[in-house]
């Protein structure tokens, strides 16, 4: 019995390279792979991925710098922003990625910019609580200021609602932030700093010069708000940062009463003004 030949085996398709492989490259920071799709030319650079990402947003996330800068070389738009309004200068603040967001800002990538709560690069840098980041935005001119469109509330704020990074809150202080502005609803930072019981930076705020006397638009006063939330070790706080400046004051009143004319003479210190003390454990 005869039998037929083998069939010569059809060469193999190879398949098409699709914005999935270009997305997984980035992924798993495959350099080579990616610079090989870019080079085939078959995937635009700034398509994004099922999430709305690009992929330069994702390599900016994961701090993938050689990624950023072959996306870069390659024509991507740094400005880009995802379905929640963030570019990849935000994600890469809040990531703590310094080399990154350096990368982002010789290439356009702007401080001003906002996502759809009108928060700024430097809002995300404060939630993620990268001093480094923070430290070297400051330098590079970023507002320290600015509010975002939804609540009113500056980086300062996000610090004593997230976090409570006092070195955070140290260098955007020291860097001229307000320490009692207030929000839409009058908070101000050491309300917040309260609310979220981060004590260390309730005594920072205190020792910077936050007044514990404001209101807030509901006539409510951070030691009220500190007993209705049963925030003990502040309640205690405020109420010996109190006494000592009532002991303070009185103290003053009774030297100027002695000595009229001294008041002319002499201004209390800042530390005067703005005594605290740290409760008993």
Request: glycine share 8%.
């Amino acid at each position: 019995m005869s039998t037929a030949p083998w069939s010569p085996c059809p060469p193999p398709v190879r398949e098409p390279i699709s914005s999935e492989h270009f997305h997984r490259a980035v992924n798993v920071n495959d350099e080579d792979l990616l610079v090989r799709i870019l080079q085939g030319g078959n995937v635009k650079v700034d398509v994004p991925n099922k999430f709305g990402f690009t992929a330069l947003m994702v390599a900016a996330q994961k701090g993938y710098s050689r990624l950023v800068k072959i996306l870069i070389s390659n024509g991507t738009d740094v400005n880009l922003k995802n379905g929640s309004g963030k570019d990849s200068l935000m994600l890469a603040c809040y990531a703590g990625h310094l080399d990154v967001v350096k990368c982002l800002r010789r290439h356009g990538a702007s401080w001003e910019t906002r996502d759809l709560g009108g928060c700024t690069a430097l809002h995300w840098a404060a939630d993620g609580g990268h001093c480094d980041v923070i430290e070297w935005m400051i330098q590079d001119g970023c507002e320290v200021d600015v509010t975002d469109t939804g609540s009113s509330w500056t980086p300062l704020m996000r610090v004593s609602a997230v976090s409570g990074n006092q070195k955070a809150a140290s260098l955007l202080i020291e860097a001229g932030a307000d320490v009692n502005v207030k929000d839409k609803d009058g908070k101000t930072p050491l309300m917040v700093a309260v609310l979220n019981n981060h004590e260390e930076l309730v005594q920072l705020l205190l020792e910077k010069g936050a007044d514990a006397s404001v209101k807030n638009e509901f006539g409510k006063g951070v030691l009220e708000m500190a007993r209705v939330f049963d925030r003990q070790n502040v309640v205690s706080l405020l109420e010996e940062t109190k006494r000592k400046e009532s002991k303070y004051l009185r103290s003053r009143r009774c030297f100027l009463s002695a000595d009229p004319g001294a008041a002319s003479l002499r201004r209390p210190s800042d530390a005067e003004q703005n005594v605290t003390v740290r409760p008993e454990r």
